[in-house]
């Protein structure tokens, strides 16, 4: 399908009410014409995490606005449009539900199609919006909610190599900042920290460096640093502000270094398939960290890969991300009715083993 398509794209699978309007031309880059994004941390804050009923009414009252905010900034309305796409999964459920809801309620208002996208592959496909990647190429979505390697291969063909089996990078950040009385998000706090601490003073452990492949593990850290905090709590009667600078510097290198570690692993898999123009790129929260973006800068380098990383905004949740992975898959002929789902769990590559954790943002995959 070589002509010029309009969508509107809808996310509410976690914590982020988000509309969107991407426009795209074959051959010419995609154009994001909008991209609203109301976040819930405020409303999750007393709770150490997101309470899925909260998040969920938010997005019903937020929906609406996030959609007619999305159509005035690109100054259209809903007739110039080609198709409403979705997250229709994987996330929490009442989120997922809200935003299915409101899509259908505008496909069949408007005799618009309607997309139902996988989240994961909104992050998947990202590089393509941003810098039309040509498949195949490895990516690591590395947020609060998510942790895997996947080998792009289409717009509908994932092969994943690998992903943590409990706590995802940026819960592990969040959970150690709440150790160290640190702020939330976790993940800024923590890097500002250790950039003033040492990262030699405490070692932490590499979780799973000692196995084969790119499975990962992020829980086990945190007990280690809860450990530690206690120790120095014992001993010096409280927590001095240069222990804590250490002991994040400790826990972000450990991080860093599983990380790299893996990415090293991925990569050398992913260039077994000998891709054109062999390509490294990151999305999700995490990738904000400058430590583990220099570190994969280093490593791309040394491999001599390209090393994509989205604008934080496109790395982070977002509907552009969805407009354009409908867009994908409208192309290649795929189209939902009023039968469309909304799934908790929804793997990308369902040829993988099923990824077993389910972290405070709902399930990994
Ligand atoms: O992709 P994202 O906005 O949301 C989801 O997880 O869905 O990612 C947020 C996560 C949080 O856990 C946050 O602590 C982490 O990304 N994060 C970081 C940094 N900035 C955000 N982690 C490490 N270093 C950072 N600079
Ligand atoms: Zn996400």
């Not at 991209?35 to 819930?40: E, L, N, W, Y």
């Not at 409403?84 to 259908?104: E, H, R, W």
């Not at 280690?224 to 905090?229: D, F, I, Q, S, Y």
């Amino acid at each position: 399908m070589t002509k010029t398509l309009t969508f509107l794209g809808l996310e509410s699978s976690c914590d982020d009410t988000a509309a969107a309007v991407v426009r795209h031309t074959p051959g010419d880059a995609p154009e994001i014409l909008a991209t609203v994004v109301a976040g819930q941390t405020d409303l999750h804050a007393d709770f150490g995490g997101v309470v899925p009923e909260i998040a969920a009414r938010a997005h019903t009252e937020k929906l609406d606005l996030c959609v007619e905010e999305a159509l005035a900034a690109s100054d259209l309305n809903l007739t110039d449009l080609d198709a409403i796409a979705v997250t229709a999964g994987p996330g929490l459920i009442g989120g997922v539900l809200a935003g299915v809801m409101c899509a259908k309620g505008l496909s069949a208002g408007s005799g618009l199609p309607l997309v139902g996208v996988n989240h994961l592959a909104g992050h998947a496909l990202t590089p393509r919006l941003t810098d039309q990647a040509t498949f195949p190429y490895l990516m690591l979505l590395v947020s609060g909610g998510h942790c895997q390697f996947l080998i792009a291969k289409g717009p509908e063909e994932f092969s994943r190599l690998g992903g943590t089996i409990d706590d995802a990078p940026g819960e592990a950040f969040d959970k150690t900042a709440k150790l160290l009385g640190l702020p939330q998000p976790g993940g800024p706090a923590v890097e500002a920290e250790a950039r003033k601490g040492d990262e030699k003073q405490f070692r932490f452990p590499r979780p799973l460096l000692d196995r084969p492949g790119c499975d990962m593990s992020f829980s086990g850290l945190k007990t280690a640093l809860l450990r530690e905090r206690d120790r120095q709590v014992a001993e010096h009667g409280g927590l001095h502000q240069a222990d804590r600078a250490d002991l994040c510097a400790g826990f972000q290198a450990a991080v860093r270094d599983v990380l790299i570690e893996k990415s090293r692993r991925a990569l050398a898999e992913y260039l077994s398939l000998s891709p054109e123009e062999p390509t490294l790129a990151v999305a999700g929260g995490v990738a904000a960290n400058k430590a583990l973006r220099s570190g994969l800068e280093t490593l791309c380098g040394d491999l001599g890969v390209a090393f994509l990383a989205p604008p934080m905004h496109l790395c982070t949740d977002n509907a552009a991300m969805i407009a354009w992975a409908g867009m994908e898959r409208f192309r290649l002929g795929a189209q939902d009715d009023m039968s469309l789902a909304a799934r908790p769990r929804w793997p990308l590559d369902r040829t993988a083993p099923a990824m077993l954790g389910s972290g405070k943002k709902g399930a990994k995959a």
